[in-house]
């Protein structure tokens, strides 16, 4: 029942923001039986036993994936892209038809799951489908003008891209290798050609649907999995989704990074498909790593298969996934003595992975990594204090009295993990646990240690929400008196988060409005500023945890419950700042970097519908507004997202060369100046100033084909002598060189 109206809600919202029945209807047939069903069927034999259907469907689900991209990159490779669905269609068929196939459908575990924890994940879900609808359907109109988040058209072209071609260029500029994880866009672009549907309106509507579903239910599965409770999904979730760290400072919003992924899902369906994923390898890794039993050696296949598709859907996982292996290994060996060959094993098969992806999807490019201490001085806490300038050794102090105030603020966001030092022994010897600590210290220290162009270190965090949901549920299960009744459990909890909420708004209305510079308050007042509002809320903690132990002491009712009520106080600094990030995007529109204008996306469809993928198109169409009047931000992509097609010269923000010429001049690679100035000139010259010559040079010497011209930019007329117009739709128009 719960699914069920959660389908008909998604339905109903879906139509409301534009996407017809028919469309959903046939997104939903072919997630279902062109990905999921197939996948579930892969999943349970090579699992060699059946488990709780939700688990089975949406392990089913990513395993699906897996196997779409796959089969996507052969049959695009061999110029017929529709030859992939051969694969859900013989394995359908392999089912129907192969009796040992379908023995694992008849075992395994036979587990219902509470209404309530149904209940519990349907709630989740409907909450996100209300802030999809609310802060990114709103702003995201699938016709007419629009105004995106800058990156959205950068998605888009790369689904084009993935459509039309294997492997992948950069397609909005000329010769640019795709150095980066693009297994999302492959998938969407399966996708659109199995349904025949949209780009945008997959990008913009249906795709991340399926992807949270799966990230919820596993994460939730995998937290059942550790502690033996239904009651640890839904808090594991609610962790994963929604825990953000405590602000008390009056200045700076979020102050420090951390794994809240609600706002960036939508924004970043790299870091959605790495989540469902990545939810996925984690329950297998789970069941591999605690079975007490031999397992099959097919499961070591079906490893290998998640551990392959993390590799390309972000790069971010599989490093943390190869620290969290590494401490599994050196745990065991520790308090064992002796080598857990299963987490050896498939610590082998994830450096492999990661070595393969290096070399054929990242192609031995880094993005800019730097190693040091810049990351830290992009945290806010850090950086409005830095804002006047900071002279000499402040340069230094600061990021590391900002590192302190982030170790104090991530161990009362995750102050749950704690509660496993109530059975340490046990702790110490599960590699189960071993594994998550050691995924919860990769994302630590990589956002600690490196920076990458727009701080995308952060998702070495954002990508590990899954494992600081788990381990922080699983702490908090240690710690639960058995004995206590849980109406008395829940009550006691609820008190003291709110008393903790509280006592945050306290702290925070004490401190200064205005963050404390090095110019006004000098580095002894600015490290007061920065120190003392997180050493409060410590001190608080500490302070309520002595309290509360002599409190049990004289009263019995208290018998069993400090741990759990001082996990939720100090959980509950973050709640104020949570509930801040759910609802102001609701309550408040986001509005875009630049606007696509709608005839230029109606000049841009009908130049992919009459041309080939292979042909090269030229555009004047460069630039987005920038901070600085003369400055250009080259986040330009919407022509190449909406042609489908690759350009000579459009935007050159996010490719290697504009990356690496970013840090050595010292400047944004986003707003540094092309590479290439002749060819640039070369370019937008046949558009202002066009002659039979130079577009005669574009066709001969580029290979151009089709000019896309923004005609306030352009000599419409000289333009309409030498080359061919086919199309006009207001300002803009589609020629074709003779």
Not at 105 to 115: D, F
Not at 633 to 650: G, I, K, N, P, Q
Not at 664 to 682: A, H, I, K, Y
């Amino acid at each position: 029942l719960p699914a069920a109206i959660l389908a008909v809600a998604t339905a109903a919202t879906l139509t409301a923001y534009g996407v017809s029945i028919g469309d959903v209807a046939i997104f939903a047939a072919y997630i279902a039986f062109g990905v999921t069903l197939p996948g579930m069927v892969w999943v349970r034999a090579l699992r060699g036993r059946s488990a709780h259907i939700a688990e089975d469907v949406a392990i089913g689900l990513a395993v699906g994936y897996c196997l779409e991209i796959a089969t996507y990159i052969v049959a695009r490779a061999v110029g017929a892209p529709l030859l992939f669905l051969l694969w859900p269609i013989l394995t359908l068929v392999a089912f129907a038809a192969i009796p040992r196939l379908r023995a694992p459908w008849h075992g395994g575990e036979r587990i219902t799951a509470p209404a309530w924890w149904s209940w519990s994940l349907a709630v989740i879900l409907g909450f996100l489908l209300v802030y999809a609808a609310t802060t990114y359907y709103s702003w995201h109109p699938l016709t007419g003008t629009g105004a995106p988040y800058v990156d959205m058209p950068y998605h888009l072209a790369l689904i084009g891209e993935l459509r039309h071609h294997m492997p992948p260029m950069i397609p909005y500029v000329i010769g640019q290798p795709l150095a980066y994880h693009w297994f999302f866009y492959a998938e969407a672009a399966a996708t659109s050609w199995a349904t025949g549907i949209e780009p945008a309106v997959l990008l913009y509507r249906l795709s991340g649907l399926p992807m949270f579903v799966a990230f919820v239910v596993l994460t939730a599965v995998a937290a059942r999995r550790l502690t033996g409770g239904w009651w640890s999904g839904p808090v594991a979730v609610a962790i994963a989704l929604f825990g953000t760290v405590a602000d008390p400072y009056g200045w700076a919003g979020t102050p420090v990074m951390d794994t809240q992924t609600l706002p960036i899902n939508w924004l970043s369906p790299t870091n959605l498909f790495g989540l469902a994923l990545f939810s996925a390898t984690i329950v297998v890794l789970i069941d591999h790593l605690g079975a007490e039993t031999s397992v099959p050696r097919r499961r070591w296949l079906l490893i290998g298969l998640l551990l392959a598709g993390i590799a390309g859907a972000k790069a971010s996982l599989l490093p943390i996934l190869i620290v969290g292996l590494v401490v599994t290994v050196a745990g065991t060996a520790i308090a064992r003595r002796r080598i857990d060959r299963r987490a050896a094993g498939t610590l082998g098969l994830a450096l492999v992975a990661l070595g393969l992806a290096t070399i054929l999807l990242y192609r031995g490019a880094t993005g800019g990594l730097s190693i040091g201490l810049h990351s830290l001085s992009t945290f806010l806490v850090v950086a409005r204090p830095s804002a006047g300038g900071v002279p000499g050794l402040s340069r230094l102090i600061l990021p590391i009295v900002g590192w302190l105030v982030a170790l104090g603020l991530w161990s009362l966001l995750w102050a749950g993990a704690f509660g496993l030092s109530a059975r340490l022994r046990r702790a110490a010897t599960d590699p189960r646990i071993l594994l998550l600590i050691g995924l919860c210290a990769g994302g630590l220290g990589a956002v600690t240690v490196l920076w990458y162009p727009g701080n995308s270190e952060i998702f070495y965090l954002k990508g590990a929400a899954g494992a600081f949901g788990l381990i922080a549920a699983a702490g908090i299960a240690a710690v639960v008196p058995r004995e206590v009744p849980i109406r008395r459990l829940v009550a006691g909890a609820a008190a003291f988060a709110m008393l903790g909420a509280v006592t945050l708004m306290l702290v925070k209305r004490a401190g200064p409005p205005n963050a404390p510079t090095i110019p006004s308050a000098h580095l002894p007042g600015v490290l007061a500023g920065m120190l003392l509002p997180t050493v409060a809320l410590l001190a608080v903690v500490l302070i309520a945890y002595v309290v509360l132990r002599r409190i049990e002491r004289r009263r019995p009712a208290f018998h069993g419950l400090v741990p759990l009520l001082v996990i939720a106080l100090a959980m509950g600094f973050s709640v104020p700042n949570a509930l801040t990030l759910m609802i102001v995007p609701i309550t408040r529109a986001h509005v875009g970097n630049a606007v696509v204008p709608g005839d230029g996306i109606d000049a841009a469809r009908w130049l992919r519908d009459h041309s080939d993928p292979g042909d090269l198109v030229a555009t004047n169409l460069h630039c987005i507004p920038a901070g600085a009047p003369d400055a250009c931000d080259a986040r330009h992509f919407w022509v190449s997202a909406y042609t489908e097609r690759r350009m000579l010269v459009e935007g050159w923000a996010y490719t290697g060369r504009a990356v690496a010429r970013g840090k050595t001049l010292g400047g944004n690679s986003r707003t540094v100046s092309f590479w290439d100035q002749p060819l640039l000139e070369r370019n937008d010259a046949a558009f202002s100033d066009p002659s039979p010559a130079r577009l005669a040079g574009l066709r001969t010497v580029d290979g151009v084909r089709w000019l896309f011209a923004d005609l306030t930019m352009a000599n419409a007329d000289a333009l309409a002598n030498d080359a061919t117009l086919r199309f006009r739709q207001g300002d803009f128009a589609v020629y074709q060189l003779r």
